[in-house]
């Protein structure tokens, strides 16, 4: 008979939760395995190579020691079950404290290709992917160890492992946010924060033709730069958009300090980011910025 101390993980030394074999026939939890290779491309215990097994990712579990343990452990794993659904939902993105990825700055409806290498990045991937949320906030560093106070939510559209563990994913921007409160969370930052949303504005005070004569101004100017300038432009952001996101792929793509453009994410205003960004176009164009 099979003792129940038979069928911990190796790495966790807890019963096994969704168990999966490696190619070398070692068995771990799945959760355990992805973040051992998280660091090492290896086998936890006999070193063998598992870059090709890093790729596949496969989700399929060894279902007969599924089988083994519903059937003489029953109650066992309904309670491993349970602790594990309470640690991820502590993990996720669904309560007050949402996961920060330090890096760069992201836009709302903008997408944002993110090259994914440190353990504790992809773990934060994995964990948003895994429980429903696909969203996290992105701010961008200031001075290190200091990351803004503003930042942008960002949706994962698709993830791509690669054979050494890195992972590239695909974002699209949805909302801006301010940070409220900061910590930390197996490595990585979290935050409590507060969604910004643009206040009421008055039809008299920002009218569709100051509306439309901007978008015109910025599509003249995109048109007026070096044909290499645009086109490193659009393999970074798209071609430029219809009416609907214009104004944030031009506060990504024009030669703005951080601060700024950091700034212009925060403000409340369509109205004043409107102004703001008239007297930017005014101070490139002047200065011939092609």
Known sequence: MVAIEDLDCSLCYRLLLEPITTPCGHVFCKECLY???????FCPLCKEAL?????????????????????????ELDARKRNHLSELATAACRGEDIPIFVCTLAYPDLSCPLHVFEPRYRLMMRRCLESGARQFGMCVWLDKPHYSQIGTMLEIQDL?????????????????????????RDGYDVAKVQYISDKFIPQEKVQGHQLLETYDKCLKWFNGLAPEKRQAI???????PQFSRWLWYMVAILPLETSVKTSLLSNPSLECRLVTLQKVLNVVSSRNWR
């Not at 973040?35 to 491309?41: A, E, K, M």
């Not at 496969?58 to 089988?67: C, D, F, H, I, K």
């Not at 659009?234 to 430029?240: E, L, P, T």
């Open 35 to 41: 973040r051992s290779l998280d660091h090492n491309p």
């Open 51 to 75: 870059c090709k097994y890093m790729v596949l990712r496969p989700q399929a579990t060894t279902e007969s020691l599924n089988w083994l343990m519903e059937k003489q452990f029953g109650e």
């Open 160 to 184: 791509r492992y690669l054979s050494d563990g890195r992972s590239v994913v695909t974002t699209l921007g949805r909302r801006r946010f301010k940070v409220q409160s900061r910590g930390k």
């Open 234 to 240: 659009i393999n970074c952001y798209g071609n430029f």
